[in-house]
Structure formats: structure tokens, C-alpha cells
């Protein structure tokens, strides 16, 4: 079955830097990579996706990358703001919205002021 | 994206009960997935409920311990059950539509 792995577990940035959380999936099937923020006590909320069929997509001060050769998928954010302080999770999918979602295990992103 | 409501928020219930948990879509999905959140942890898929069938559960979750109903298109539930504390966690429900997800449900096992 699928497998996600995601790095680093803990980032540290100063307000304005930018910050990079990657993650490698195992099945070659899937073609759906969303990532979510979740804040202390919250649901996981979705940020950003991206389909296989697109190498990179944008929102705002985000952006997810995509390389279906190597099996690897990245969040880029920019501009960070203390607000952006949150576990990110990356997540993999063979089919939107009909097929299960599988985890990476998280990321918790500090932004200092 | 589907708007999901969940419930209980919270409970904190007795070793060897049954909680049973409610998630209701705003729109029909074809699938509903349950996850589980130990503390600070990611999250674990428990089972995927498709209406008019048995659900699916994924590997180390099986139907007597966590059986889930899927009456039709908008609600589904998740029972907890014979709980002991390692069930502890956060359960949160999931649908097609764009993947969101229910508040959760803090469960605590005394």
C-alpha cells in the first residue's frame, strides 16, 4: 500500500524567510497530493493541492511542487508570518475524492517574529 | 467542498464502553473515510464507508472493535467499542468533495 514520508518533522524560520517541507510517496498510482495546516485544536484545514498531470501550482505566499519521476512533492512558503506557526501535513491519493487519503507524518513549523 | 458537521465534540467515557459518533455531510459524497489522531500524531485512516456496502478497513482496525454504519449519501458513524485508554484520540471524519474534514471528536477513556 501507499506510504508517505515527510521531513522535516520540526522547522524553525524567522518571520520573512521561507520555509520547505518535503514528502516522497511508494505507489507510482497516486496522482493526487493535498496538503493540509493544522493549529492546536483544530481540524486539519486544506491549503493546497495538486494534481499529477501539474509540475507546480501557486496560491498567494504558497506553492506545492511536483516531480512524478522521483516520487516527491514539496510546500513552499514564502513571506512566512507568525500566523503560519502550525502542523503541516502532506497527503497522497490514487483518486480525489473517491480513493483514501494516506499521511505524512507532519511537520510543525515554528515562524519567530 | 462539502461542509461536515461531527458529534460529540468531546466525551470522556468508562473502560469497556461504546461510543458511537456521528458525521453528517451537507451534500451527498460517495465516500466517507474515518480517521484516528493519537496526540501528536498524524492522522491514520481507520475505514473508508461507501453507502450500501460493508466498509473497508485498513490494516490493525477491524469491524467489531470500530464498526461503522453508512445508512446513506449524507450521514455516517463510527462506534468505539469495549474502549480501553489506548483508545484515547481524536476521530475525525472525512468525505469526498475535496477531502474536508468533520471538527473531530477528543476522546478520552478513564
Known amino acids: 500500500g501507499e506510504n508517505v514520508e515527510q521531513h522535516p518533522s520540526t522547522l524553525s524560520v524567522q518571520e520573512g524567510d521561507s520555509a520547505v517541507i518535503k514528502c516522497t510517496y511508494s505507489d507510482s498510482a497516486s496522482n493526487y497530493f493535498p496538503w493540509y495546516k493544522q493549529e492546536l485544536g483544530k481540524r486539519p484545514q486544506l491549503i493546497i493541492d495538486i494534481r499529477s498531470n501539474v509540475g507546480e501550482k501557486k496560491d498567494q505566499r504558497i506553492a506545492v511542487t511536483l516531480n512524478k519521476t522521483a516520487k516527491h512533492f514539496s510546500l513552499h512558503i514564502t513571506e512566512t508570518q507568525p500566523e503560519d506557526s502550525a502542523v503541516y501535513f502532506c497527503a497522497a491519493s490514487i483518486q480525489r475524492d473517491t480513493d483514501k487519503l494516506i499521511f505524512g507524518t507532519g511537520t510543525r513549523l515554528q515562524v519567530f517574529p | 467542498s462539502a461542509v461536515i458537521s461531527q458529534k460529540p465534540s468531546r466525551d470522556i467515557c468508562q473502560r469497556g464502553t461504546s461510543l458511537t459518533i456521528q458525521c453528517q455531510v451537507d451534500?451527498?459524497?460517495?465516500?466517507m473515510f474515518w480517521y484516528r489522531q493519537q496526540p501528536g500524531q498524524s492522522l491514520t485512516l481507520i475505514a473508508t464507508?461507501?453507502?450500501?456496502?460493508?466498509?473497508?478497513?485498513e490494516s490493525g482496525f477491524v469491524i467489531d472493535k470500530f464498526p461503522i454504519s453508512r445508512p446513506n449519501l449524507t450521514f455516517s458513524t463510527l462506534t468505539v467499542s469495549n474502549m480501553s485508554p489506548e483508545d484515547s484520540s481524536i476521530y475525525l471524519c472525512?468525505?469526498?468533495?475535496?477531502?474536508?474534514f468533520g471538527s473531530g471528536t477528543r476522546l478520552t477513556v478513564v
Open positions: 464507508a461507501n453507502q450500501g456496502s460493508e466498509a473497508t478497513y
Open positions: 451534500s451527498q459524497v460517495t465516500m
Open positions: 472525512s468525505a469526498g468533495n475535496g477531502y474536508t
